[in-house]
């Protein structure tokens, strides 16, 4: 079978470590990058060394709709900025290509909605990069899940517990810095939003757990919100040496820690945090608690009922060998050679794509999976800003 003519929208940071793992599959041949950066070719040349150079498009934000004209495409990889992803996976599915597309929360209430409108319209998939859903220990509670080890799922939590404060604020103060980083799209959503701006690390292998969108549903979400901008302008004040009570500007709107509640048809609840502006170490603050057990990410540990040491955690090393998932026994030596930065999930996750584009895996999520997670982003704001709970939509 011929491997997967694929085009790159966007070679950031992200982008440009996407593009690396594909070079390590031999199932995609990356025939063209789009970017607005003037130093594209060479960004390219340099990760493209000694191999077949892609075709460069770079004049212009709107540069990749020539790039989605002048090729034949079979996938379109987007890695933009967030603001940009409506608008570019609309126009490679209406260019014929498949998409797989960065994670991150809904802009508004209608933007994957119109996506999975067109997606249909031209009968073209649209693959969601989530990479937790290809974590080694994710895979195998799932496994344990569906094998009833855990009994009747209960209570699940999860998050993204990261401090941005060094993507958001540079060393002397300044927050936003007008520099072409990602600091300069990415602070202007603290300004003017409060709710939960990411939540499909935390949500989504809590979703898959609970298979939502299938045998149940996620039927409501109360969000909370602590004060806005405090650990914005403590940090602002640190590294500039003023006091914090001198720090007046900018003002903020995204409280340091969002809360949002879900309720699912079947009676479990899932709790969410979004927490990016206080110091702490990173966490995804996993845990799964059933009718028969309970596993806890942080501790990376597990305690089942009759056979956990009573009221005493077990380390979880045992159990994710032996529900070890097929991805992970099948690529895992790979996986952690090339992709040492995310233990390996990123490499899984883009084996599968290319496995499941040519009808050999099934990819373990849809658009409309994309679309429940994203959708606490925007319905998270409703809920604050309301002051109470509020249906969730189903797609």
């Known amino acids: 079978m011929k491997n997967i003519r694929t085009a790159i929208i966007g070679a950031g940071y992200r982008g440009r470590y996407l593009i690396t793992l594909l070079q390590k599959i031999n199932l995609f041949d990356i025939i063209a990058v789009s970017d607005i950066s003037p130093n594209l070719s060479e960004i390219i040349s340099q990760l493209f060394a000694g191999e077949k150079i892609p075709k460069i498009y770079n004049s212009g934000t709107d540069d990749y709709r020539r790039m989605l004209n002048e090729n034949t495409i079979d996938l379109v990889i987007i890695a933009s900025p967030w603001h940009l992803h409506k608008e570019q996976t609309i126009e490679a599915l ?48 799932n496994n344990m899940i569906h094998a009833g080890i855990f009994g009747r799922l209960v209570f699940l939590q999860g998050g993204y517990r990261h401090d941005l404060t060094h993507i958001l604020i540079d060393q002397t103060g300044n927050f936003g810095v007008q520099n072409g980083s990602e600091s300069e799209w990415r602070s202007k959503y603290y300004e003017t939003e409060n709710g ?20 149940d549903h996620i039927k409501s979400i109360t969000s909370f919100s602590t004060k806005p901008g405090l650990g914005l302008h403590a940090c602002m004040a640190k590294r500039n040496g003023m006091k914090y009570t001198d720090i007046q500007q900018p003002t903020f709107r995204m409280g340091d820690v969002v809360t949002s509640i879900l309720q699912t048809d079947s009676g479990a ?127």
């Open 196 to 215: 939960d701006l990411y939540p499909t690390h935390g949500l989504a292998p809590l979703c898959m757990f609970l298979d939502i969108n299938h045998t």
């Open 94 to 141: 209406k260019s014929g290509c498949h998409v797989a597309i960065e994670v991150k929360g809904a802009l508004d209430i209608d933007e994957y909605p119109d996506i999975i409108h067109e997606s249909r319209q031209n009968k073209k998939q649209v693959f969601p990069l989530e990479n937790t859903l290809f974590r080694n220990d994710i895979l195998a509670i």
């Open 269 to 395: 609840q899932i709790n969410l945090l979004h927490d990016t502006t206080l110091p702490r170490p990173r966490s995804l603050n996993y845990e799964v608690q059933g009718t028969n057990g309970i596993w806890n990410a942080e501790k990376n540990a597990i305690y089942i009922d009759g056979l956990s040491p009573f009221e005493e955690w077990e380390p979880e090393d045992k159990y994710i060998e032996q529900y070890k998932h097929r991805f992970w026994q099948q690529w895992e030596s790979e996986a952690l050679r090339y992709d040492g930065h995310h233990q390996g999930m990123d490499y899984i996750m883009l084996r599968v794509l290319g496995e499941a584009l040519q009808g050999r895996e099934n990819y373990p999520a849809t658009l409309e999976d994309m679309a429940t997670w994203a959708a606490v982003s925007p319905y998270s704001k409703i809920s604050i800003q309301k002051g109470t709970s509020i249906p969730f939509p189903h797609f």
